[in-house]
Structure formats: structure tokens, C-alpha cells
């Protein structure tokens, strides 16, 4: 955490007073856990949210040419042999306690939002219409939708101020690019990074339209210049793209090198920056006409709205695209 100035503050829980609930999921393949529970000491009745991930290696710790005071292969690793068989060794080593970090998350107090979000679901496709957007997705994100607080102490730099890449100010085509949440802050080799917008009108791609074009080109192209400065990856290795849909809907941009698969880029989900902007430059409306896919997770009201609503559509005969007339009310009455 940091105050306005961008120095350290101390959060209000102590992690190892955190009391388990539940093991919300459990990724063998990205090595993270997510913990459901509660920091009893402050309240009984908050939930809290804590996610470990293992951090990926960082080739400077495997050095062995002294260039690093840290690295596994040195005098302070514990090495336990497992077995022994022939040619073959398997060992558990454990390094110094520096460079075995876990990257932890806490959200805290987390909504009921946050917790069916690390939650482990089924997984559904929707194809999105601009008809089915304007009345189910738009009625429900305008009720039901994480706080942008978060966003909005970045832009004013209230938070996160020291860990700022890179800002154009330009209230138009202007943004702040900083470390995403996932990353851990020292693996390049898993950079991630964010470019938050600094218009504040536009919810997600659906919202773009050729107007934009300054604002994308200045991003991709700002956004590429700095990550080669500070990082030396060359423009060529790194990914941008947009999800759909987001979980926080004011206009974001997630960067990262094309040579690690960050979590979220499964095509479902992703659009290429280059793409959009190739898409608006054909059609200036496209985003606005377009049938757009996105996954949603069982147990999500979203999806249980969508169920419900094209199957009265289907009873009813209607094309998707019609409305109900009380559909709005329908909808809003479900979220309540
Ligand atoms: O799925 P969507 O496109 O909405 O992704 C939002 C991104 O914002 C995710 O990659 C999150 O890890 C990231 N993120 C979320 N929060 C709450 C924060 C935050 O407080 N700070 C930073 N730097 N990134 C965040």
C-alpha cells in the first residue's frame, strides 16, 4: 500500500492473523491458491480473500558466474535427496528464503463479486449481440459491477504512484501504464503491465469507435517505446490486448511478452490492440455492430439472466435481437 506521496503504509490486517473459510481453487498448472476466510482480530464478519501464487524464476538467480549475490546454485541451498537410481537424481533443494517469495494478494473486505471471481465454475459462452449487450449486459453491469476506485487512485495518484511506468496526462489520448496486480515486479520474463485510459467514458470495446483511433495508436505506440527503455523487450515481443469483458469497465490495456501465456489470453476472452484498432479503421462502428463471444461462469447472475431471458425470447417466439418490452425491469428486479 502507499499514501499519496507513493511511500509504504501498512495495511490494516496482519496476514498471519488470517483464519481459513474455504480453498476457493486450487491451480496445480499455475501453482496459486485461493483462500477464502477472515482476519478475525479486526472482524468476525468480513470476508477476506488471500491468493499465493509461486513466482516464475528469474534467469538471474540460475547464474553461477558470480553475478548475483542470490542464486540457487549456492552454499546456502538445503539440498534433501529423494532418490538416487542410476543416472537419474531427484531432489527437494530449498534456496535462501529470498528467492522463495510467494506473490500474495489480499482483497479485503471482499464482496460476494470477488469471491465467486477466484471461485472454480463452469464456464459458458455467450454470443453477445449489440441488442443482447444494450439490454441485459449493459442493464447489468450499470447495477452490479466491482467499485473503480482502484482505477481512479492510480489516475489521480492517490495509489501506486512510485510504481508508474509511464503517464501521458492528455485528458484525451493520454494514459498511465504501471504493473498489473499478477506481476510480481521482477520477472521479466512475465512482465505485465497495464495502460489505464484517463478518459473516463468508456466502459470497455464495445464503447470504441473510429474517435478513438488517436488515443489506441498513442497506446500502442507510447506504451511499446517505454516498455523497450525500461525493460529492453522490443516492440515485436509484446502482447496488447483488451479482455471481453473486463472485470472493471473503464477502458484498460494489458501488456505483457508474447513468449510467457499470462493468465487471459485465451482467445475467448482476448482482442489484440492491433486488431481493434485494424477493425475501427474499416468500420468506424464496428464495435458497436458486432456479435462479440465472452465467457461467463456458472453461478454469475449475468449468466442466469442471459438463461432466462432467451428462453422466454424462445417461448415467445422473438428474434434474440427483439426485446421483451419489460425486460429492463425483468432484469434489474433479478440483480436486486
Ligand atoms: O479482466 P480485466 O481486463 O478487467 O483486468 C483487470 C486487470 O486489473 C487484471 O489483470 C488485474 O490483475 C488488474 N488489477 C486489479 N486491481 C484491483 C488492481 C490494482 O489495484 N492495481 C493494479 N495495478 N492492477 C490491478
Redesign the pocket.
Known amino acids: 500500500m502507499t499514501d499519496k506521496n507513493g511511500s509504504a503504509q501498512q495495511p490494516n490486517y496482519d496476514i498471519s492473523k488470517f483464519k481459513l473459510t474455504k480453498i476457493l481453487n486450487n491451480n496445480t498448472v499455475r501453482k496459486s491458491i485461493a483462500l477464502l476466510g477472515t482476519f478475525p482480530d479486526i472482524s468476525e464478519v468480513d470476508q477476506a480473500l488471500v491468493i499465493f501464487e509461486k513466482n516464475a524464476f528469474t534467469e538471474s538467480d540460475v547464474q553461477t558466474d558470480g553475478s548475483t549475490d542470490k542464486s540457487f546454485f549456492s552454499s546456502k541451498t538445503k539440498t534433501n535427496v529423494e532418490f538416487l537410481n542410476n543416472i537419474y537424481g531427484s531432489f527437494q533443494c530449498i534456496p535462501e528464503s529470498d528467492l522463495n517469495c510467494i506473490k500474495t494478494t489480499v482483497v479485503y473486505p471482499a464482496t460476494d463479486k470477488h469471491i465467486e471471481k477466484y471461485s472454480i465454475h463452469a464456464k459458458h459462452l455467450i454470443a453477445e449481440t449489440p441488442a443482447l449487450y444494450e439490454n441485459i449486459t449493459l442493464t447489468y453491469l450499470k447495477s452490479s459491477q466491482f467499485s473503480l476506485d482502484?482505477v481512479y487512485n492510480?489516475l489521480e495518484h492517490k495509489q501506486?504512484t512510485e510504481?508508474i511506468v509511464f503517464e501521458d496526462p492528455d485528458p484525451e489520448i493520454g494514459f498511465v501504464l504501471?504493473?498489473?496486480?499478477?506481476w510480481d515486479g521482477r520477472t521479466i520474463e512475465a512482465l505485465?503491465l497495464?495502460a489505464i485510459v484517463h478518459k473516463r467514458d468508456i466502459k470497455s470495446l464495445r464503447d470504441l469507435n473510429s474517435s478513438h483511433l488517436p488515443l489506441l495508436k498513442n497506446i500502442r505506440d507510447s506504451g511499446r517505446r517505454a516498455i523497450e527503455e525500461k525493460y529492453g523487450i522490443p516492440a515485436s515481443q509484446i502482447r496488447m490486448y483488451?479482455?471481453y469483458q473486463?472485470?472493471?469497465y473503464h477502458l484498460?490495456i494489458?501488456f505483457n511478452p508474447v513468449g510467457n501465456d499470462a493468465p487471459?489470453i485465451w482467445c475467448e476472452k482476448s482482442h489484440m490492440l492491433e486488431t481493434v484498432i485494424n477493425n475501427l479503421e474499416l468500420v468506424s462502428d464496428y464495435y458497436k455492430r458486432a456479435t462479440i463471444p465472452f465467457v461467463a461462469y456458472e453461478g454469475n447472475k449475468l449468466l442466469d439472466i442471459y438463461d432466462e431471458e432467451l428462453n422466454v425470447r424462445k417461448k415467445l417466439k422473438l428474434d434474440e435481437n427483439e426485446l421483451t418490452p419489460t425486460s429492463e425491469d425483468s432484469i434489474n428486479a433479478k440483480i436486486e
Open positions: 482502484w492510480i501506486e510504481r504501471l504493473p498489473d496486480l499478477k505485465y497495464l483488451f479482455h473486463p472485470s472493471f484498460h494489458h487471459g
